[in-house]
């Protein structure tokens, strides 16, 4: 619980670089989240690059914490490993919520960049790092030491919840 209330949306980073020990940290938390039928149906892509981050500012208009975040990882969903059709968006965003959880752990700070179902920025990402056709990237986790602190997010609202019948 507290990783889940301590987690925001870090978009300033110091120029501090993460470890490759927490960055393989990351990806273990992000695959062990559940898939249907334990499918995993996704694809990793680290990005250290500073060139190839700056890149990706021309491709989705909100990610420019990326030109001074040291590291991203970019998950992307393959249905062709699927068992149980058209799941794999769901999976991946476990496995996304997954990672920035562990990130918190980890004293890091990070930030969900939505790509999927965006078309021109599934399409933009695929050709800039060279991703196979059939292979979707979804969403992209710009990380690094937070530079900006936040206060526990508390967006409990009674009036969602229903019981039983709504
Ligand atoms: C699917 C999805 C896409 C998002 N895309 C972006 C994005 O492109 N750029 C960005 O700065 N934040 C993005 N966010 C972060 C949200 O803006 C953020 O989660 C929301 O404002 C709540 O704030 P919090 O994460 O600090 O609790 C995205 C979050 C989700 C779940």
């Not at 694809?43 to 420019?64: C, N, S």
């Not at 476990?94 to 999927?116: F, K, M, P, R, S």
Request: net charge neutral; with cysteine.
């Amino acid at each position: 619980m507290s990783a889940i209330f301590e987690r925001r949306s870090i978009r300033k980073f110091t120029n501090q670089g993460v470890a490759d020990e927490k960055i393989q940290k990351l990806l273990e938390a992000a695959m062990a989240a559940p898939s249907a039928g334990n499918q995993q149906p996704w694809h990793f892509l680290v990005l250290k690059e500073r060139g190839t981050l700056t890149q990706i500012t021309t491709i989705h208009p909100h990610a420019m914490m990326l030109r001074e975040a040291p590291g991203a990882i970019l998950i992307c969903g393959d249905p062709t490993l699927e068992k149980h059709q058209g799941y794999w968006i769901q999976d991946c965003a476990a496995a996304t919520e997954n990672l920035l959880l562990e990130a918190v752990e980890l004293g890091l700070g990070a930030v969900w960049l939505g790509i999927y179902p965006r078309e021109d920025r599934v399409q933009g990402i695929r050709q800039l790092l060279g991703i196979p056709p059939e292979v979707i990237p979804f969403s992209l986790i710009a990380f690094g030491y937070p530079n900006e602190k936040k206060e526990p997010p508390f967006r409990f609202k009674a009036e969602r919840v229903h019981y039983d019948k709504w």
